[in-house]
């Protein structure tokens, strides 16, 4: 997808799911390590060709949805942080239709096949939870 502006719309209970590294025990802290990843990724931006730009570096929008106990994690610098007040999947819905309808190119990362289905029929694309966890800087 190449467009002029690009947001990346996160599913941080699917991302912190996909790693059994403790999460469950402490859901704030799980969603915190995925938020400050974010953050470096938002800092130092990321390659074009993620979307089709291989000469460009980019900066997109990034959007982290958390809901549950995870909402207690801190905002991070960079990171739009949206606590979803009911379902994170029906949030993610709306901030994805809502960054499509401001004229963004909308990128929601999850694995949730009903979610992808659900974003996808508002404009938006799906890509995979690897896909932003290759991305990860150490």
Not at 90 to 117: K, M, P
Not at 130 to 137: E, G, N, T, Y
Request: neutral net charge; without cysteine.
């Amino acid at each position: 997808m190449s467009v002029a502006k690009h947001a990346v719309v996160v599913d941080i209970a699917n991302v912190m799911g996909s790693v059994p590294d403790g999460w469950w025990r402490d859901r704030a802290g799980g969603a915190a390590r995925i938020l400050t990843q974010l953050s470096k990724l938002a800092e130092a931006g990321i390659s074009g060709q993620l979307f089709g730009r291989p000469d460009d570096r980019l900066f997109p929008r990034w959007i982290a949805v958390i809901e549950g106990q995870a909402k207690a994690a801190k905002d991070v610098p960079g990171i739009d942080v949206v606590r979803a007040r009911g379902e994170g999947d029906d949030t993610i819905v709306d901030e994805a239709q809502r960054l499509v309808g401001e004229g963004f190119g909308v990128s929601v990362v999850t694995r949730d096949r009903g979610l992808i289905q659900r974003v996808e029929s508002v404009g938006a694309d799906a890509r995979p939870v690897r896909w932003l966890r290759d991305m990860f800087i150490s």
